[in-house]
């Protein structure tokens, strides 16, 4: 079945720095979208990217949707502590509606 | 205006014991699921439910049942507790708008089973 990959799986970064994660599918995505989980707590929805080569930004948070549509990427410009937390990517699986999550990656962010 | 909530929030069972944890949503959401999350595993989908009274199995469904009886309810049970279902368990719901596909996720319940 579909699976989806996350790389990296942790990045410790300083405050300031910038940070990427990716994430890679076998199959082609209808569409992907990504959570972020602050410690402790659950996967909140950030975005879902649908168009091929779409290129969506929440302030300093940029996210990319291949033009393949097989992989996807989040960056986040200048860190800072709040942007701690786990990042998830997820692909619709094939029933439709339930998602296949990524293993996600962690950011610790130094101040 | 609760949205989503999960109970208990914290469980201590045995080995062996049947245990109920509960999921109640308050946006008449027609999709519900159950995730498990462990160190190095990420989000695994348990069970899955597109309406009442429908429900699919996920990647890791063994040694799980669940029920949809009402829409808003979505119990998720484990017969037999074992070591290996010490996790922590959430719940979320979507209803799919214009091709969005947003979930939200309780706030989780951590089992232990001793």
């Known amino acids: 079945g579909q699976q989806v990959m996350q790389i990296p799986q942790y990045q410790h970064v300083q405050e300031g720095e910038d940070f990427t994660t990716y994430c890679n599918s076998s199959?082609?995505?209808?569409?992907i979208q990504w959570y972020k989980q602050r410690p402790g707590g659950h996967p909140v929805f950030l975005i879902q990217?649908?168009?091929?080569?779409e290129v969506k930004k929440q302030k300093r948070l940029t996210f990319q949707f291949g033009e393949a549509k097989k992989n996807s990427s989040l960056h986040i410009t200048a860190t800072q502590t709040t942007d701690v937390g786990t990042y998830f990517c997820?692909?619709?699986?094939?029933?439709?509606?339930?998602?296949?999550f990524g293993k996600g990656t962690s950011l610790l962010v130094t101040p | 205006d609760a949205g989503i909530t999960q109970s208990p929030r914290y469980k201590i069972t045995e080995t062996g014991r049947q245990v109920t944890l509960m999921c109640h949503q308050t946006?008449?959401?027609?999709?519900m699921f159950w995730y498990r999350q462990d160190l190095g595993h990420g989000l695994r989908l348990i069970y899955y439910?597109?309406?009442?009274?429908?429900?699919d199995k996920g990647e890791v469904p063994d040694g799980y049942v669940v029920s949809r009886s009402k829409t808003e309810n979505f119990p998720l049970t484990l017969e037999s507790a074992t070591r290996s279902q010490t996790s922590v368990y959430f719940c979320?719901?979507?209803?799919?708008?214009?091709?969005?596909?947003?979930?939200?996720f309780g706030p989780g319940t951590r089992l232990t089973v001793t």
């Open positions: 979320a719901s979507s209803e799919p708008w214009r091709d969005s596909y947003e979930q939200y």
């Open positions: 199959t082609t995505l209808s569409n």
């Open positions: 990217l649908v168009k091929s080569g």
């Open positions: 997820a692909g619709l699986s094939n029933s439709g509606y339930a998602l296949n």
């Open positions: 946006w008449s959401h027609s999709y």
């Open positions: 439910s597109a309406a009442a009274d429908i429900t």
